[in-house]
């Protein structure tokens, strides 16, 4: 199952920071690669390909020149808040590919998998797909919506690490019109975060169905309710959690 994001990272220097979700890992995978290099990757390389593909929701890291916290450029005015307008200079911008869902499926395939992508993308998701396709992915059950694009996260990072993001969920509210039902057979499914009403549907196909599925609802853990996070742990083969996560959980569910 799949739940796809695109993103851009910006910033000033060579050191940035994502800030995607509470599971914080490194991202150092030369992502600006052709997909068919990826298995002519130098041998300094294989630490570093898990972390790359791990991370939960690529982003727009827009680094700042002029730091936002106080005692610095007086640009955010407390005062006039309710009419709040403003402008940053941008060094430098970067685009990255990922989502969870995409993120883990990339993975599967350096492991020497076939995984399949199941999920809904946007207008702007055909070259994603070609590159993905060409690393070993399957993407024929992604469901493009013409009239939307695949959900972004942008964030701007000025130098001391304070940011401004925005995330667009896009095609992603259209998750909920596919199905397992119509899928086709699956061994396993993994329901990363995605859709809160389509996790939990998917969740509720998969026991149906008798399909094994994980429990991975990441940054969503956040948005859902504890009842809907229960849901998902019914039936469950596996239920994936950072320890952030695992107390919004505990305090959602009891």
């Given at each position: 199952h799949v739940g796809l994001y695109l993103g851009v990272i910006s910033r000033t220097d060579r050191r940035y920071r994502l800030h995607t979700e509470p599971r914080q890992r490194k991202d150092r995978f030369d992502d600006h690669r052709a997909p068919q290099e990826k298995r002519e990757l130098d041998s300094h390389h294989r630490d570093n390909r898990d972390h790359r593909v791990l991370q939960g929701v690529p982003d727009d890291d827009g680094a700042l020149r002029q730091p936002l916290r106080r005692g610095g450029a007086d640009v955010i005015l407390p005062e006039h808040f309710e009419r709040l307008?403003?402008?940053?200079?941008?060094?430098t911008m970067d685009k990255r590919r990922?989502?969870?869902?995409p993120n883990i499926a990339y993975t599967l395939a350096l492991l020497g998998e076939r995984p399949v992508l199941m999920g809904t993308a946007g207008q702007d998701f055909p070259e994603y797909r070609r590159w993905l396709?060409?690393?070993g992915v399957d993407t024929s059950l992604v469901k493009e919506v013409p009239e939307k694009f695949t959900a972004s996260f942008f964030c701007s990072t000025d130098e001391s690490n304070n940011q401004i993001a925005s995330f667009y969920a896009g095609a992603m509210t259209h998750?909920?019109?596919?199905s397992f039902r119509t899928a086709g057979p699956a061994d396993l499914v993994i329901i990363s975060p995605n859709d809160p009403a389509a996790m939990t549907q998917y969740a509720e196909e998969c026991r149906t169905l008798g399909i094994p599925f994980i429990w991975d609802p990441g940054q969503q853990c956040a948005r859902m309710s504890g009842p809907e996070l229960q849901d998902g742990f019914e039936g469950s083969a596996l239920v994936i959690c950072n320890d952030?996560?695992?107390?919004l959980i505990r305090q959602k569910t009891g």
């Open positions: 307008s403003l402008s940053f200079h941008v060094d990922g989502g969870c869902a396709e060409a690393a998750a909920s019109e596919l952030y996560e695992f107390e």
